[in-house]
């Protein structure tokens, strides 16, 4: 099953509100403005994930805030990497079924391999998330997408799978699109490898089922990402974008219903666009243009979140009221007296806005996530 998310875009004083919106955009105009003074005349296959301005919160194995993460580059041909979220509810602390380290200060790490047959564990659903950055700028292990990614682990009790995809315009268009489709295809690799895991030769040469087999290489080194093969179960999947990476998780969702599986300033198009096909009705830049495929009716149940003073508010409520016309599942979630990104920048991160938003996407996931069927599950 394959859902998505898209964050178009706290008590706060309308005015501070405003303010920090002022202040985000000629931020942003800023970063803009030094790329376009030093133009990439040639695109670069591998490409960067982060720029050196953002601030980074470095992975911890530890369950830091009740979520343990690390950072995987899969792609030896570019910069695509990942960061997974796993929170600590899949954990039993019972050193007798699992394994475990501990650090010099005593601190619980997660080893992360499989739990030894016949004991309990908990497979949870698997939400891939895009950031946003207008395509140019911010990265998946950010001090801020780490917040935001660990707060969505921990209500919607989920594994989070943050995509680091690659950035413009040192990588331009269809770039960014094609990592996230190549994240959406690793969880499907390693699902089957989880899967054929289980079913290992006796050695008589009858197979059998093992929960805590796992396929080797030739190094002797699990092939299926652990954490993962453990807990995971992709049958589950949800895409999750804010911004720019909405348009991404968009596209994830188009190629996947393809494949039988179920306005940010101008300038930053013609950083991420072809220059030669500079065009804001691009496929990737306007997701309701004539005849894209596939029809509308095929995609999966759509959560859209909108911010009222977000400057590209109109065109995701357009794409919100066109999937409900085509009776998709497809709610719609204003936020009054907020901002673009209102929910996963980090000054706003401990608004009561930005908190009910998680609230709400948590509530819409369990929806459809539920193990017992299409109900909420608490």
């Not at 065009?279 to 029809?295: M, Q």
Request: charge should be neutral.
């Amino acid at each position: 099953m394959l859902f998505t998310i898209l964050l178009f875009s706290s008590k706060m004083p309308s005015l501070a509100v405003k303010l920090y919106s002022i202040f985000f955009k000629f931020q942003q105009r800023y970063m803009l403005h030094n790329l376009t003074q030093n133009p990439v005349h040639a695109v670069d296959p591998f490409g960067i994930t982060s720029r050196r301005e953002e601030s980074t919160a470095a992975s911890n194995p530890s369950f830091y805030e009740g979520v343990a993460t690390k950072d995987i580059h899969i792609d030896p041909f570019s910069s695509l990497c990942i960061r997974i979220f796993l929170p600590a509810t899949v954990v039993n602390f019972d050193p007798t079924t699992i394994i475990e380290d501990k650090s010099k200060d005593g601190a619980f790490i997660y080893s992360g391999y499989s739990p030894q047959a016949g004991t309990k564990h908990k497979k949870l659903p698997v939400v891939l998330q895009f950031h946003g950055g207008a395509f140019v700028g911010g990265s998946n292990d950010s001090v801020r997408n780490d917040a935001f990614c660990r707060r969505i682990a921990n209500l919607c009790d989920v594994i989070v799978v943050a995509v680091g995809y690659r950035l413009a315009p040192e990588s331009r268009y269809p770039a960014a699109f094609d990592d996230g489709l190549k994240v959406l295809n690793w969880l499907a690799k390693e699902a089957n490898l989880a899967e054929c895991g289980k079913w290992m030769g006796n050695g008589n040469g009858n197979g059998r089922r093992r929960a805590d087999a796992h396929v080797f290489d030739g190094f002797g080194a699990s092939m299926a990402e652990p954490w993962l093969a453990a807990h995971g179960d992709p049958s589950r999947c949800v895409l999750l974008g804010v911004s720019s990476g909405a348009n991404i998780a968009d596209y994830v969702a188009r190629k996947a219903v393809e494949a039988g599986k179920l306005l940010d300033p101008v300038k930053t198009w013609k950083l991420f666009l072809p220059e030669e096909k500079f065009d804001l009705d691009h496929p990737a830049a306007n997701p309701l243009i004539p005849g894209r495929e596939p029809p509308l009716k095929f995609m999966p149940p759509t959560l859209t979140v909108v911010a009222e003073q977000d400057w590209m508010r109109d065109r995701a409520i357009a794409y919100s009221e066109e999937l409900r016309r085509a009776n998709i599942d497809a709610p719609l979630l204003e936020y009054k007296d907020a901002v673009h990104e209102f929910a996963t920048l980090d000054v706003l991160l401990q608004t009561p806005q930005a908190q009910a938003c998680a609230e709400d996407i948590a509530i819409w996931v369990k929806k459809y996530i539920s193990l017992r069927g299409h109900e909420f599950s608490y």
